[in-house]
């Protein structure tokens, strides 16, 4: 459980940090270009880079082969936190601009969909990759 919680933290951390380092270097290429640049990076990366750390940290090392959902686990709460971001994003602009209803469902549910699967490929692959540890532990040297 410990490291579901460790999951948990470093996807939220990693996700809201990659997203705020996207924003901030998309709007200096906005600012020095002076043209529109495209910010869909900032749908995918973000949950592609967060859900890979949740699930490095859950199923790294493990003594048990990790079950294939550890990784959905891992990323669900990075991924209620890309939720709630994204719906407070797409209100902010809405509230500016008039912005088509399709645009607000794509930039609410792209970084859910893009850290879910992310954390479920992951989990899968922990659970098809994982190995038993290759030194005998303490206790069964004992």
Known sequence: ???LVWAWVAGTVTYVAVLVGGAVLVGVLTARSGEVVTAWPLLVVPGVVAGAVAVLVATA???VRPPR???LVAVSLPALVA???SVASSLEAASRADVPPLVHAVDVAVPVIVLLATGGAGGLL???RWTPASRSSY???V
Request: proline content about 0%; charged content about 35%; hydrophobic content about 50%.
């Open 139 to 141: 206790a069964e040297v």
């Open 126 to 128: 922990a659970h098809v």
């Open 69 to 71: 959902r550890r990784g």
């Open 1 to 3: 459980m410990r490291r």
């Open 61 to 63: 090392r493990a003594v």
């Open 83 to 85: 939720f709630g971001m």
